[in-house]
Every structure is written in C-alpha cells, then in structure tokens.
C-alpha cells in the first residue's frame, strides 16, 4: 500500500480542453551525467526497449531511474513515442551522432531551452519557474509556497503537495548538482549545471538562498542563441523579430537564458557577423528588427556541433 501511496502522489495528471497536466514524473531523479548517452544508445538499438521488463538490468539503472530516464528523453525531445516504440527525434538524432555525451555548453543550452517549451505539460516546473516565476533570489520554502500557488490557481483539482515539493527538488537538483572534485569516478551530476543558470545559496544560518543567474555562455561559439532564433522563426512563420520579443517571450533569450538586453544587443552584434548565416540586425530610433535567414534550426544545427 505504501508503495501505490508514492506512485500516486509522484504522478498526477489531470485532463483540461484536451491536454494532459502532469507532475513529478522525473521520479524524483534529475538528470545524471551519461544518462542522455545510454538512453539515445538503447533506444537507437530497439524501439520497444523502454516496455522490456528487463531494462533496466541491461542499461545499469534502477526500475525508477529507467522511468526517469524515458521521462528526461521525452521532455527534452530527444525521443518520441508511438504505439509503445520510442525512435529518435530529428533533434535526439542530430544530438546521438554529434554529442550524445553532452560534451558540448551549446548542446545543453539547447537541451534546456527544449525544456523549457514543456511539450504535453510534463516539464510544467522547469518552464515556471524560468518564463514565469519573477523573483530572481528567493528561498527554498518560498519558491515551494509561489509553486503551490501557481498550481492551485491553474488546477481545477488539487494537486498532491509532496509531488509538487519533489517537482522543485528536482528543479534546483538539475542546475545544481555538480560532480564532487575529489571524486574523479563521480557520474551522478548533472551535466545542466555548466550552464550556471541557477545557484544554491547557504547563509551562516543554514537557510539556503536560491539564485537565477544568467546562463553562462562562451562569446565565440553562439549556437544555442542562433538556434533559438530559427525555431522561433520557423514556429511562428516569420521572418523579422523584434528585439522586444527577443527579451519578453517565453522561448526567446530573455526568459529562457535570463540575459540582459545589452547582452542581446552585443550577441545580436556577433551573429550578424556570422561567416555562413549572417544575421541581418537593423537598430532604428523606434524598432530594432533582425531579420532571419531561411535555414531550419535542425539544418543550421546539423552544419554547427
């Protein structure tokens, strides 16, 4: 009984206009090094592999952690399911072949911004708490309490309080946990912790202090930014953004990397400059326009990692 407890209160879902709500199916498990790799790997290797009863026992993870790991690879659609198959996303393809490792800042930053979009409401924190949530320093219980209510005031039913804990558990696990430096063997970290887009504070009273940062990017290699771009572009069918939309919408750089609207500017600068896909970046004294190239993001993707 106390097992059919947990699974209840990790998983709840609710029906609204068509959609499927969900919270906490991560069971309780962020994202580990190397998990992306042996996951794009199985699943490359046979389609029904997420419903063998012995799957686990051939990836080396645990019954939860393989269920986990079949939620990380939707969420970041990397894999999609159709009739009990998963097969690669284009992106989950692109990404097998070129860093399934994850040894590269901008296949995170890419990786996290897919998270972001919350495909089917299962990733509902992740997108909150980065496009809606507006404190920028907060604590653990606060961030807690704003959740519920967020929730409460969007669910017609109530939603479970020790689901929705584990959901912010899991959300500062993902982009925090980092690999212990005295343990060169340590694999259990998250790889989302190189972008430093959140920080875990502890004060001399032991409170823990909760931080967003900016995401941390490398000034020479600006693939993730130009790739949200083209997504957006290509989404929404157009072809000139505005820089306000650039800071304000949910799946643009403002809210999905947390950076200023002169840094915008000056990687707008940058990618203007780009050898291959030059953006064109008009500043007017009333509208600052980019105009983006006709390249799909998994074609300017494919040519960039």
Do not use: C
Not at 25 to 52: A, C, M, P, Q
Not at 80 to 99: A, R, W, Y
Not at 264 to 269: E, F, G, H, R, T
């Amino acid at each position: 009984m106390e097992s059919l407890n947990i699974l209840l209160l990790g998983i709840v879902t609710r029906k609204r206009e068509g959609t499927k709500v969900a919270y906490g199916r991560h069971e309780s498990f962020y994202l580990r090094n190397k998990w992306i790799s042996k996951g794009l790997k199985h699943v490359d290797n046979n389609s029904t592999f997420f419903y063998e009863k012995d799957n686990f026992e051939k990836i080396g993870l645990g019954k939860n952690m393989v269920r986990s790991l079949r939620f990380w690879l939707t969420a970041l659609n990397l894999v999609q399911e159709e009739n009990k198959h998963h097969t690669l996303t284009p992106l989950g393809k692109i990404i097998f072949e070129k860093d399934r490792l994850l040894e590269k800042p901008a296949t995170i930053a890419i990786l996290h911004s897919e998270l972001l979009l919350n495909r089917g409401d299962t990733a509902t924190v992740f997108n909150w708490f980065f496009t809606k949530y507006k404190e920028t320093v907060t604590t653990r219980a606060e961030l807690k309490s704003a959740f519920k209510v967020w929730v409460e005031a969007k669910e017609s039913k109530p939603v479970s309080e020790k689901s929705l804990d584990r959901d912010i558990d899991v959300l500062i696990q993902l982009y925090t946990k980092e690999a212990d430096e005295n343990d060169p063997e340590d694999s259990i970290f998250s790889p989302f912790t190189l972008l430093h887009l959140i920080k875990e504070e502890r004060s001399g009273d032991k409170s823990e202090l909760i931080r967003k940062n900016e995401v941390n990017y490398d000034t020479t290699n600006l693939t993730a930014f130009y790739y949200l771009l083209l997504r957006y572009s290509q989404n929404e069918k157009v072809e000139l953004i505005q820089l306000d939309e650039i800071m304000s919408n949910d799946t643009l750089w403002g809210k999905v990397f947390n950076i200023s609207k002169s840094e915008a500017i000056d990687i707008l600068n940058k990618l203007a400059t780009d050898e291959k896909y030059p953006l064109e970046y008009v500043r007017t004294s009333n509208l600052d326009n980019v105009k983006i190239p006709q390249i799909t993001e998994l074609e300017f993707l494919e040519s960039r990692l």
